[in-house]
């Protein structure tokens, strides 16, 4: 089965306008291994040209070229997004980029560091606070190999065409949600969320489905959002309303059938030794989306300090929820939010 997919996967790439297995290797002698990626997003995503293809380069120089890596956007492996993280589990991929909120109840510990006000707005100080805190989270993916656990630079508001100035004026909105965490937030403010991979967004807003959506600015320009959204908003400080969690993950198995030096290659480009690096990134491409807004004649509605103040306490209101649910699941999820928000302002989050 496994060979099975291999082979369409490598078909379905030559309709795939960039993949690693075309920009990362030259010349180089014949590889041991051969890493398979998989993710959701185009090849003209930021995850796909400033992360995954970047680390592949890396893995692949770092080991003389005994490791090949092959990138697959767009899910041309096949399946849909939320069926990355038993892809991984199971070895159709070896490798795959994943939302922890497709697959909820999965990663119940890890969810701490999307929740509202306690991620403020920094990609790079919350992603190196999961790495402080990763033995309090590391339950969660016993089944796998974790290469990074990171989040985006926090969920702006992107609205089609109503603008925003407090958080009585998102009453009975229909918004797409990104997660669990997400959809009770939106709850909290009176509105209706709408569960959808990012995939799907454009139509949904092109249509009415939605009447807008928690995405981060990065997202702008692969998906067009500036072509089908009016109205941005976020805090003015450039805090968010909470964040997404991400998984950068190989398959376990996978991982310990390799030779002591070839892990040692993984595990130098996971974890703490990418984090920062990775969360710069992500803060980074935040101002081209927002460019991107503008520009089309949309605008970035910047929230005062009163106004961000009542999107906050609805905010707290979900926290106490996740709390409480995590207790009940036999989790300290009091002593989680506290532990992650001290290692947010650690790092200097806003």
């Not at 918004?175 to 969320?193: C, F, K, N, V, Y």
């Not at 995939?199 to 009415?208: H, R």
């Not at 928690?214 to 998906?223: H, K, N, Q, T, Y």
């Amino acid at each position: 089965m496994r060979a099975i997919i291999r082979l369409c996967a490598a078909a379905l790439t030559a309709t795939v306008s960039v993949s690693a297995a075309s920009t990362v290797t030259a010349a180089a002698p014949a590889a041991e291994v051969t890493l398979t990626v998989h993710h959701f997003l185009s090849p003209r995503s930021p995850t796909h040209t400033k992360f995954i293809l970047p680390w592949a380069e890396r893995v692949e120089a770092q080991s003389k070229g005994r490791i090949k890596v092959e990138v697959f956007p767009s899910m041309s492996m096949g399946g849909k997004p939320p069926e990355l993280y038993r892809q991984v589990r199971d070895g159709a991929a070896d490798i795959v980029w994943t939302l922890i909120g497709y697959t909820p109840g999965v990663f119940p510990r890890s969810e701490v560091f999307e929740l509202p006000t306690v991620h403020r707005g920094s990609a790079r100080a919350t992603t190196l606070a999961i790495q402080d805190n990763f033995d309090l989270i590391a339950a969660d993916y016993a089944d796998l190999k974790p290469i990074l656990v990171h989040v985006h630079a926090g969920n702006a508001l992107h609205l089609r065409d109503k603008a925003v100035r407090s958080v009585e004026e998102v009453k009975g909105l229909k918004l797409r949600t990104p997660s669990r965490s997400g959809a009770w937030m939106i709850e909290a403010w009176g509105a209706e969320p709408v569960g959808m991979p990012v995939p799907a967004l454009p139509e949904a807003l092109s249509k009415g489905t939605v009447d807008g959506a928690l995405v981060p600015f990065e997202i702008m320009l692969p998906l067009k959002l500036q072509e089908l959204t009016r109205y941005s908003v976020e805090g003015g400080d450039g805090s968010r309303f909470g964040t997404s969690v991400f998984l950068y993950a190989m398959n376990k198995e996978r991982y310990e059938a390799l030779p002591a030096d070839l892990k040692a290659v993984i595990d130098a480009n996971a974890g703490a030794a990418i984090a920062g690096e990775i969360g710069a990134v992500w803060d980074g491409v935040e101002a081209l989306g927002k460019d991107a807004q503008t520009r089309s004649g949309g605008e970035v509605i910047a929230l005062n300090a009163e106004a961000k103040g009542g999107f906050d306490a609805r905010g707290a209101e979900v926290v106490d929820r996740w709390i409480r649910e995590a207790r009940d699941n036999g989790i300290d999820g009091e002593a989680l939010v506290e532990a992650a928000r001290a290692a947010v302002a650690r790092h200097g989050a806003r």
